[in-house]
Every structure is written in C-alpha cells, then in structure tokens.
C-alpha cells in the first residue's frame, strides 16, 4: 500500500504543469485585450464629423515645452533673444530697428537720440501665442502715462499697455495690461520700477466676410507675472488716444508693435506662436 502512494505522488510530480492547466482549464488563459486607441461605434459628437473618442481624429501635433514657462516652446517664432533685432524694423519707414541692444535687452532710446519712434516684426500675424518680458526704469521720473509707458500692439494696432503701475496712478484704462482706451485690467499686478515682468496674451484675430462685413471681433486672453488680467475679451477696434475705437480696417494679420513713449522701458525673451484656432473645429 505505501509503495503504490508513492508511485502515484511520483507519477504526479512528474506529469506537466500545463497538462494539469489543460485539464481544469482546457488550455491557456486568454490574453488580456490591449487599451484601445480609439473607438469606431461611439455616437457622433453634435455636427457629425468625428465620434466620441474617435480613432481616426487627427491626434494633436508634438510640441516640446520650454524649459521654464517662459521659455520658448519648439514651435515658437522667437522676435528677440538679447542678442539682436534682426526680426524688427522702424514702424514710420522700414528702415532697421534702432532701439538700444544690450546685456540681453532691448530699450527704448532716450530722446532726441537716434531717429527712434515705434518699432514693428518684419512678419504678420494672426491669431498667436505671444510672450513678452518688459521692466519699466529703476528710477522713477514723472507719473501717470508718463511713467514707464508703452505698449504691445497685436495685429498692428491692438494694445496691451506698459506702464509702471505700481504705486502710480493713472486712469483705469491706462494701466500696465490694460486694453488700451477700453477695458481695464482684472486686477493690478504690477512688479515695482525696475523689476523684469511678464506678459503672456493669446490673441484672436477679427474675422470678415468677402464682403467687408465684421464677422467676429479681436479677443484677448492676458496674464500680468502669471494673473488673469483679461479673459476672452473683446475689442472695439483697433486702439486709440482719447477716442473709441472702431472696425473702420479691414486686417485679419499685420506685425506685433513695440511702442516708443519716450520712457526707457526695456524688453527681452520675446517669442510668438502662431495659433490655428480652427483645428478643434
């Protein structure tokens, strides 16, 4: 009797793990299903053109992030690295920009020397990305609009305003990140004279018909040193002093402008990402 309990533990010590699996299981377990990159039964998101979680919608293209958040993202058109203004010219002619390059900023040139004046990208845009760095001068000289004034215009003619707005005041229309002649920043976030800031604006373009008519107007998003300041909002046109804007000009691209307002206010790390606002569509 022992010795054929022996036989038989031998006997199954000996028999195969995957014949005894073959016998509880009938074989192999099933292979667990991959994730799926996609669905083709899903219902059609309302317009009809791609369903819910559709796998042949395009996927979004690869863009490699800067660094830090200011730094240029690997699609970026970068307008001014410290070194140069090889992508800048004069606004009045289209002569080279002659604003000061120096220590890695540009500044606006004091008065009465060289010709001086607005300076504009030797490109056109349309709806962008636009980060921009500015300081308004250590030394505090005059107040309201004449303290650290200037400007970032879109599409030519849409200002985001510069100014030294901290501890100095001025209408509420003027202030640094405002919408120049309209809207008023959210709030104030202001760095002191002297300290290096940060604008990040995405910019919509107005759009027409063929027939010259206005069908959606220019929209802002800014953030001041990393604060909401304008979300979505609107323009009345194109930019103005003392006067309401208007859409009497048709544009739908025009160059990025830097403004000279006689203040020695600096600029560096300038970079612009052209947006296709319709790829979501």
Request: glycine share 10%; no cysteine; proline share 8%.
């Given at each position: ?89 004069m606004e009045k002619d289209g002569s080279p920009a002659d604003w000061i390059v120096k220590d890695g900023f540009m500044e606006v ?7 001086g004046g607005y300076i504009k990208t030797k490109r056109e845009f349309g709806d962008v990305q636009l980060h921009v760095e500015f ?127 006689s203040n020695p206010t600096r600029f560096r790390n300038i970079w612009v990402r052209e947006l296709d606002l319709s790829a979501n569509?």
């Amino acid at each position: 009797m022992m010795r054929l309990l022996f036989l038989l533990s031998a006997l199954s010590l000996s028999l195969p793990a995957s014949g005894l699996a073959d016998e509880k299981g009938k074989g192999k377990k099933p292979a667990q299903p991959k994730t799926p990159t996609g669905y083709t039964d899903t219902p059609y998101l309302p317009g009809g053109k791609w369903r819910v979680h559709d796998d042949a919608r395009p996927r979004p293209e690869v863009v490699t992030p800067g660094e830090t958040a200011a730094s240029a993202p690997s699609d970026a058109i970068v307008l001014f690295d410290g070194s140069n203004l090889d992508e800048w010219v004069m606004e009045k002619d289209g002569s080279p920009a002659d604003w000061i390059v120096k220590d890695g900023f540009m500044e606006v040139p004091p008065r009465g020397q060289g010709a001086g004046g607005y300076i504009k990208t030797k490109r056109e845009f349309g709806d962008v990305q636009l980060h921009v760095e500015f300081a308004t001068p250590e030394k505090v000289e005059g107040n309201s609009q004449g303290r650290g004034n200037s400007g970032v215009f879109l599409l030519g003619g849409y200002e985001i305003q510069v100014l030294d707005s901290y501890e100095n005041k001025s209408y509420a229309d003027g202030q640094a990140s405002a919408i120049y002649g309209y809207k008023p920043p959210l709030v104030n976030a202001s760095r002191p004279p002297g300290k290096w800031q940060t604008y990040d604006i995405i910019f919509e373009a107005p759009k027409w018909d063929a027939e010259g008519n206005l069908l959606k107007r220019a929209h802002v998003t800014v953030l001041h040193n990393g604060v909401l300041t304008h979300h979505h909002q609107d323009f009345l046109g194109p930019s103005g002093h003392k006067r309401v804007a208007n859409y009497n000009q048709i544009r739908e691209k025009g160059p990025i402008k830097l403004q000279n307002h006689s203040n020695p206010t600096r600029f560096r790390n300038i970079w612009v990402r052209e947006l296709d606002l319709s790829a979501n569509e």
